[in-house]
């Protein structure tokens, strides 16, 4: 089992800067790749980035593309989210997730932290 703890969430103004982190913990050897989702009320999940950490591979919705970057500390088995110029679309509950080799689908998930951007 791996477990995801996140962090970073709050309020700020529209055009300003947060950084989220997650944490594994537990059987982090077998994570593949973390990814950043978010959600907000009445709407399905949608993925946000992700991190492979072998291949160092990154990805980011078209909506987050130039605005948030993905990075990690595979010593601390920690993955960031930098999110610059937020926009108040950008406001969700944002979610942590993790994947082992082979998997389709993330599997392991965090609490989620809130984001807020007022406009």
């Known amino acids: 089992q791996v477990q995801l703890v996140e962090s970073g969430g709050g309020l700020v103004q529209a055009g300003g800067s947060l950084r989220l982190s997650c944490t594994a913990s537990?059987?982090?050897?077998?994570?593949?790749?973390m990814g950043w989702f978010r959600q907000t009320p009445g709407k399905e999940r949608e993925f946000v980035a992700a991190l492979t950490w072998s291949l160092a591979i990154t990805d980011y919705a078209d909506s987050v593309k130039g605005r948030f970057t993905i990075s990690g500390d595979n010593v601390k088995n920690t993955v960031y989210l930098q999110m610059n110029n937020l926009k108040p679309e950008d406001t969700a509950i944002y979610y942590c997730?993790?994947?082992?080799?082979?998997?389709?689908?993330?599997?392991?998930w965090g609490q989620g932290t809130q984001v807020t951007v007022s406009s």
């Open positions: 537990g059987r982090t050897f077998s994570t593949y790749a």
């Open positions: 997730a993790a994947k082992k080799f082979g998997w389709d689908n993330y599997g392991y």
